[in-house]
Structures are given as C-alpha cells and as structure tokens.
Nanobody, 122 residues
Framework: QVQLVESGGGLVQPGGSLRLSCEAS??????????IGWYRQAPGKQRELVAG??????EYTDPVKGRFTISRDNAKNTVYLQMNSLKPEDTAVYYC???????????????WGQGTQVTVSS
C-alpha cells in the first residue's frame, strides 16, 4: 500500500521558519525515480504547486522563490520543504505528491499525501 505522510506543519509567526517532511512507503519503484511536488491549498483557493523536485532539477512558484527550498533524501524516502521568512499568505494545507511518470507538475498521475496545516499568524 502506497502512503505519503506529511509532517512538520504548525503555527508560526510571520518571519519564522518551518520544515515540512514527506515520507513515502510502499512504492513499487525506487523513491529516486519519482518526481515529488509540494502543493498548497488555502480555503476558497485552488491547489497550487509550491515546489517540485525531479531528478536534479527543482522548480518554485514565484511567491516562494528565495524563501523556500525543496530537497530530498532518497535513502530515507523523504522529501523536505524548508520554509523561511514565512508570510500570512503562506497559510494553507500543504500536500506532497509522488509522480511516477513525470510530464508536468499538473499531471493527474501520482499519489497524494493527507496534508499538513501551516498557519502563519501573529
């Protein structure tokens, strides 16, 4: 059974930092062969890609460039999202997705985690 479990979310003040983790299990192929994306969804808004890592390439949405960093530890089947200089508009549920046949970050192929809440508030 494939599972992706996110952790590390919570309440943080503006300007603070959090590190999210996404640990995968039950994958049919090696973890390193999957592209992993972090997405977020705020109430009333469409889910959007925040950051993605595929092979040695990374991609970030413009609002988080310079503040967020995605990385992976294939030995631990885990992808991280380091979030610095957090802003209230970063508040959302953050989801990770493992994509087995990468074409784009909006592909319907892949496995979703359950999400972890990030709240940025003073």
């Amino acid at each position: 059974q494939v599972q992706l479990v996110e952790s590390g979310g919570g309440l943080v003040q503006p300007g603070g930092s959090l590190r999210l983790s996404c640990e995968a299990s039950g994958l049919a192929s090696m973890f390193s062969e999957y592209a992993i994306g972090w997405y977020r969804q705020a109430p009333g808004k469409q889910r959007e890609l925040v950051a993605g890592i595929s092979g040695g390439s990374t991609e970030y949405t413009d609002p988080v460039k310079g503040r967020f960093t995605i990385s992976r530890d294939n030995a631990k089947n885990t992808v991280y999202l380091q979030m610095n200089s957090l802003k209230p508009e970063d508040t959302a549920v953050y989801y990770c997705k493992a994509i087995w046949a990468f074409t784009s970050w909006s592909t319907s192929l892949g496995y979703w985690g359950q999400g972890t809440q990030v709240t940025v508030s003073s």
